[in-house]
């Protein structure tokens, strides 16, 4: 089955400020960050959501307990025009009886083959991906 495109319209509301919708989604993309995340700020949710996203649905597909997920991403920029992205650490915290070495597979897995917003960057970026088990609750 072949993959629709991705199709974004923005439009300018003023100053450094766009409307942007996607299908039935939305959101304000502000180059200042306050009206809602500037483009580079929109990348970095892509790329952490992407990844994060992956990992559930391969955890969830393996009948693994997850109970919670969390992804906390920095991505260093280029003191230069464009001021891209140059290194990336994004560390995941997964909840839940899962074995340690099924969570880094998941992981490799979106990493090498799923996620799409990754694997639409520049391959010259510095990616590192952590992640860590958070204790079991009663």
Request: proline content about 6%; aromatic content about 6%.
């Amino acid at each position: 089955m072949r993959k629709p495109p991705t199709v974004v319209d923005l439009t300018w509301v003023g100053d450094l400020k766009f409307s942007g919708a996607s299908g039935t989604a939305s959101m304000m993309l502000d180059s200042a960050g306050v009206a809602g995340p500037s483009p580079v700020q929109a990348l970095g949710f892509a790329l952490a959501g992407c990844m994060a996203t992956d990992v559930a649905h391969i955890l969830a597909k393996g009948r693994h307990p997850l109970r919670g997920l969390r992804a906390h991403l920095i991505a260093d920029r280029s003191q230069e025009d464009p001021h891209r992205f140059v290194r990336v650490t994004l560390h995941i915290t997964v909840e839940g009886d899962v074995p340690a070495d099924t969570v880094e597979r998941a992981i490799a897995l979106s990493r090498e083959k799923y996620c799409s917003v990754w694997h639409s960057m520049r391959n010259d970026i510095a990616f590192t991906v952590t992640r860590e088990q958070a204790p079991a609750s009663a």
